[in-house]
């Protein structure tokens, strides 16, 4: 899509299987703006010629600024308006407008205590499962959800990454069975020894 029409300014095209992500960066809101809408008429007409259609009320507009603006966007597509949002999903990474990283945060949090629950099931004596098992299924579900995107969201304050470490660490002393009060660099060892032997 990208080869069949140029997107000039300083307006970006990105485009995933039928998602297309557009954006702009800039200090005069005004000019953003009109670049951002310019780039919006093109797609609509790319659109339109290959009798493609278009969904704006699926589309979605977020605003990444530490300055608070009270004029709002109004960029249509299709001449239909865009609803602006507070967060955005790309690719499975949360976006908020300050890139403080707490949704995508709090998102990991709930998917990881569902696979924590799931691992507390299988390392129940009656199931029986194996500690090499178990540390296979963690970096499987926990730890590859919390590593995808980690190089974006580890500039995030050390109270918000520190919210994960937890979940991951109450995961690893269930697959080593060790009491509650063993230090985590005793389990870091444990693993090593594990991940050598398996």
């Given at each position: 899509m990208?080869?069949?029409f140029e997107i000039q300014h300083d307006s970006h095209l990105l485009v995933y299987a039928d998602d297309i992500f557009l954006y702009n960066s800039g200090t005069n809101w005004n000019k953003t703006i009109g670049e951002m809408q310019e780039s919006l008429n093109k797609i609509s007409v790319w659109c339109k010629k290959w009798k493609l259609a278009t969904s704006p009320e699926k589309s979605s507009l977020i605003n990444f600024s530490r300055k608070r603006s009270t004029i709002p966007p109004l960029l249509k597509i299709c001449d239909k308006p865009i609803p602006e949002v507070k967060s955005l999903k790309i690719l499975g990474i949360i976006f908020d407008p300050n890139i403080t990283w707490k949704n995508?945060?709090?998102y990991l949090r709930q998917k990881g205590f569902k696979y924590l629950n799931a691992i507390k099931a299988l390392s129940s004596p009656k199931i029986g499962t194996r500690s090499e098992h178990l540390l296979n299924i963690?970096?499987?579900?926990?730890?590859?959800?919390f590593d995808y995107g980690s190089q974006l969201f580890s500039f995030s304050s050390n109270s918000n990454r520190q919210k994960l470490e937890?979940?991951?660490n109450a995961a690893l002393r269930l697959a080593l069975g060790p009491p509650k009060n063993t230090p985590m660099e005793v389990l870091?060892?444990?693993?090593i020894f594990f991940a050598k032997n398996l």
């Open positions: 990208a080869d069949i995508h945060i709090t963690i970096n499987a579900t926990i730890r590859s959800i937890p979940i991951y870091i060892i444990a693993i």
